[in-house]
């Protein structure tokens, strides 16, 4: 029994999967294509204008007639109608700017290549009168092979459409056999050539958009991590509050801004009362909890310019900004009392919580650095504790 050369099923998987990366590409496909047909039309236009002028004075020059005549009379029509059809293209590519993924705007770079095939085949077959070379054919499947992007579904039609046309187009005006033969082979060859050309470029533009595509993919995903990390360099793993490096550089630049505009800055020494008796009894996963509540529970109290952080342990600081010693008491004793009344609830009961708090306050003209305020509400903590715990100092 034979076995097969190829590995037939893989062929087909592969196969299917490039036509799915070819759905992929196919819109981003289309919008080059009008841009290229914005550049060319004008060019191929401006070409076959210029090409109708040289024969229309090239045939008044002509004194006789005959097969002379009679070729520069069809490639005088055939250059002038390609001019008037580039016109109708250059209106046709402008509307259809930004609307590629239209079917118009799909099917327009196709309807331009027939034309250019077309084209190419008339000249060919005109130039047989006078001359049995394909030139103008030849070059006109290299062109639709190389300047624009065309499925390979779409790109076999075409040039199998355009060798057909080629070889019953070339036998009205080639009248020797030899001759005939000779240029229905090479414009075979020129139409395989040509999609050859078509297949290649269009499976490296779709290979190489693929991987742009994953390459900006994962770097989207690089700058999200990325953030990420710089989010969890500043903020508090646990809690989510500002950690205590953060906190201090962004006290620093607050209060040196306070001093430049001569205001008063307050801040907010707080510390969980009993604490380690919640982890003593609950544990560790309990105390977690009621660190992330008491978080909410300041985050919540303070208003969106003052900067709420955590030092460490159940040890939290607020700064208020442009706040006077007497306005950063009352939020002070607003928060302990709300903290006092909101219990957290610990694997479904309610634990009661309370706070004490150290405050200490800047003068508006005072030269003080977070070091000095910081230490200060430090000294009124201790004092709060000494005092009985639960209180504002």
Known sequence: ????????????????????????????????NLARMRILT?????????????????????????ASRDWLFGLLWAHLAMGLLMLVFMGLTHHLRHDARRLAGRLL???????????????????????????????GCMLAGLLLHLRPRESALLFALAAGGFMAGIGLTQAQPENLLSNRVNGVCACL???????????KFAVITLQQRALEKANQ??????????????????????????????T????????????????????????????????????DEVLRHVAALCSGTVRSTDLVGRLGGEEFIILLPATRPEAG???????RLRIQNTPAHVQGRPLGICMSI????????????????????????????????NRVV
């Not at 191929?44 to 204008?49: D, E, M, N, R």
Request: net charge neutral; with cysteine; glycine share 6%.
């Open 1 to 32: 029994m034979l076995s097969l050369p190829f590995d037939w099923p893989a062929l087909r998987f592969k196969l299917r999967q490039w036509a799915r990366e070819h759905d992929q590409v196919a819109p981003q496909a289309g919008e080059i």
């Open 42 to 66: 004008p060019l191929l236009g401006g070409l076959s204008a210029l090409s109708t002028l040289v024969f229309a004075f090239r045939l008044l020059l002509l004194e006789s007639s005959g």
């Open 109 to 139: 770079p196709l309807a331009w290549l027939v034309i250019e095939l077309v084209y190419a085949t008339v000249l060919a077959c005109i130039d047989q009168w006078v001359t049995p070379n394909i030139t103008p054919f030849v070059l």
């Open 193 to 203: 050539l040509g999609l050859t050309l078509s297949v290649l470029l269009w499976r």
């Open 221 to 250: 995903a690089l700058q999200t991590k990325q953030r990420e990390l710089e989010r969890l360099t500043r903020v508090d793993g646990l809690t989510a509050l500002l950690n205590r490096s953060t906190f201090v550089e962004l």
């Open 252 to 287: 620093r630049n607050e209060l040196a801004r306070a001093r430049r505009q001569g205001t008063p800055t307050t801040l907010l020494l707080l510390d969980l009362d009993h604490f380690k008796q919640v982890n003593d009894t609950w544990g560790h996963p309990a105390g």
């Open 329 to 335: 008491r009352v939020l002070a004793e607003k928060l």
């Open 358 to 389: 150290g405050l200490a306050s800047t003068a508006p003209d005072a030269e003080a650095s977070f070091d000095t305020l910081y230490a200060a509400a430090d000294q009124a903590l201790y004092q709060a504790k000494q005092w009985g715990r």
